[in-house]
């Protein structure tokens, strides 16, 4: 049978016709990202976040944590009137004469200085039969510690440990906890009780240890 030229037979065109049909149909299945997105990539979605980078300061100045006492505080010596010791003290701290002795403060840490005749060396037992009923019934906000005895270079001392709560700040009036250590050493005679307090969790072990450490008994 001839045709015409340019022209197809009818089933040719039936088959084109059926090729278009199932491509919309798979075309009108397929899930559509939405408006606005990114599909990532199998690689993108499996690489880990970035690590955060710590924070600095201009010029590498150390930073130091609320309490804590800075690595380049200086000490003087400081001789109570008509004592027969000396003791170094942060310089620069406030001095208040307070509860029977003198006090030096800053910002959030204190350094409380007593000393008084006292016949006999204080021990374990003496200390927790006095001292520990007293601090209980006088200390805000007081938590038990440890009672132990150490040595410093003026000679042993009994160790208190304690938790109380701090003065309430004078503008919102609250309270924080303070980690405290008092010591109480002796001499001839002589009683010497060094308390130092600052904020729970500062770390402040080596300048309170340069403090205890540095009391000299004097003639």
């Known amino acids: 049978m001839s045709r015409e030229p340019g022209t197809r037979p009818a089933r040719d065109w039936t088959l084109v016709a059926r090729g278009v049909t199932a491509a919309l149909v798979l075309a009108a299945c397929a899930p559509a990202a939405p408006t606005g997105s990114v599909v990532p990539s199998a690689e993108a979605a499996s690489a880990p976040p970035p690590a955060a980078s710590p924070e600095s300061t201009a010029g590498g100045a150390e930073v130091n944590p609320s309490g804590d006492i800075p690595d380049n505080q200086a000490f003087v010596p400081y001789f109570p009137p008509g004592a027969t010791f000396t003791v170094s003290v942060p310089e620069g701290w406030s001095r208040l004469v307070q509860d029977g002795g003198v006090a030096f403060t800053d910002k959030l840490n204190s350094v409380h200085v007593a000393a008084a005749p006292q016949p006999r060396a204080p021990t374990r037992e003496s ?20 009672l132990t005895t150490v040595t410093r270079a003026a000679g042993p001392a009994v160790l208190i440990t304690y938790g109380a709560l701090s003065d309430p700040n004078p503008v919102t009036g609250k309270s924080r906890l303070n980690d405290v250590q008092r010591y109480e050493f002796w001499h001839a005679g002589q009683g010497v009780t060094l ?24 003639p």
């Open 127 to 146: 200390v927790a039969a006095q001292e520990l009923p007293a601090l209980r019934a006088s200390v805000p906000g007081y938590q038990p510690g440890t």
């Open 195 to 218: 308390t130092l307090a600052g904020p729970k969790g500062a770390d402040n072990l080596d300048p309170w240890r340069k403090i205890t450490d540095s009391l000299r008994w004097t």
